[in-house]
């Protein structure tokens, strides 16, 4: 989907990459960010990415997307502050800081409502996980809380990378073989690398 990638390797992660970038403004303080080219700018477009995320069909975007407008915009801001708790749990886990309480908190209030709405339906198929309110747009919400708390509960958090790239900061898995994967995506932040140690080859003067 237009202005969405999705390179992170867990739910969680892609939904954390919706900021368009995070460069450190104070390299040497914790969690000191900003956040640039916000992908998530109305309740429309985070409608669109649970759509390309796979967490809402269509129709119940199409749905959701009725909400009032001071329901829609507070969904929005809760979601807003979930991504920026669970990147900086994510920074922190990467860099071995202890976790900012305050994050900590917001994500198991997050999961506390999710696991109030959750429930064991039955079919002739089988059992699977449901909501209590299907249609309820807050279903994003929780479902990324389950995503996050199960993805830093889990081994595969110990693959966790940020991207150094300018102007960056995505989260990815390094999933290869080595665990040498450095960039979110080569061919952008890994070329621009290439090019900036290629320049400074070249426009490095001579000494005397």
């Known amino acids: 989907m237009p202005g969405f990638q999705f390179i992170g390797g867990a739910l969680c992660l892609d939904f954390i990459n919706t900021a368009g970038g995070r460069p450190e ?70 860099r071995a800081w202890t976790p900012p309480p305050a994050d900590l908190a917001l ?20 059992y699977v996980w449901t909501w209590d309110k299907p249609d309820a747009p807050d279903r994003i919400l929780w479902t990324l809380a389950q995503s996050a708390a199960s993805f830093l509960a889990s081994p595969a958090v110990a693959a966790l990378r940020r991207c150094p790239g300018d102007d960056c900061g995505w989260l990815f898995l390094d999933a290869s073989r080595n665990h040498s994967r450095q960039w979110c995506e080569m061919r952008v932040c890994g070329n621009r690398a290439k090019l900036r140690r290629f320049r400074r080859r070249h426009n490095r003067v001579p000494p005397p």
């Open 25 to 94: 403004t104070h390299p040497r303080r914790r969690f000191a960010y900003e956040v640039i080219d916000e992908k998530l700018g109305a309740f429309s477009d985070l409608l669109r990415w649970s759509v390309a995320a796979g967490i809402l069909t269509g129709p119940e975007a199409a749905r959701a997307a009725g909400c009032r407008a001071p329901a829609a915009q507070a969904l929005l801001r809760r979601a807003l502050a979930l991504r920026e708790a669970l990147y900086r749990l994510c920074l922190a886990r990467i």
């Open 107 to 126: 994500l198991n209030r997050a999961l506390a409502e999710a696991h109030s709405h959750r429930l064991l339906g039955g079919s002739p198929a089988g």
